[in-house]
Nanobody
Framework: QVQLVESGGGLVQAGGSLRLSCAAS????????MGWYRQAPGKQRELVAFITSGGTTNYADSVKGRVTISRDNAKNTVYLQMSSLKPEDTAVYYC???????????????WGQGTQVTVSS
């Protein structure tokens, strides 16, 4: 059993900052890529950022320069530091990770339960 648990969401004024965390726990041998997605009401879930096991990062154009993704491999945790937040950043933010539980098992894709981020104007 593997769980991803997000934290750090909340209500913030436009221009403010938030730091999201997502910790993976359970039967984990190794984690490949980890990432953050978001879904606003009435919209499809979209990629915000991801980071590979080697530390390579990729960001959506809409958040470049305002968001930094990082990970602590020792803690199986991924972070999303967000600044200069805008009302259009309001969404439920989900983390995901590609995890395998043994050296020979395939990587499986896991999702967290989501954390709400609301940016007021």
């Amino acid at each position: 059993q593997v769980q991803l648990v997000e934290s750090g969401g909340g209500l913030v004024q436009a221009g403010g900052s938030l730091r999201l965390s997502c910790a993976a726990s359970g039967s984990i041998y190794s984690i490949n890529a980890m990432g953050w997605y978001r879904q606003a009401p009435g919209k499809q879930r979209e990629l915000v950022a991801f980071i590979t096991s080697g530390g390579t990062t990729n960001y959506a154009d809409s958040v470049k320069g305002r968001v930094t993704i990082s990970r602590d491999n020792a803690k199986n945790t991924v972070y999303l530091q967000m600044s200069s937040l805008k009302p259009e950043d309001t969404a439920v933010y989900y983390c995901n990770a590609d995890i395998r539980y043994t050296i020979s098992s395939p990587y499986r894709h896991y999702w967290g339960q989501g954390t709400q981020v609301t940016v007021s104007s």
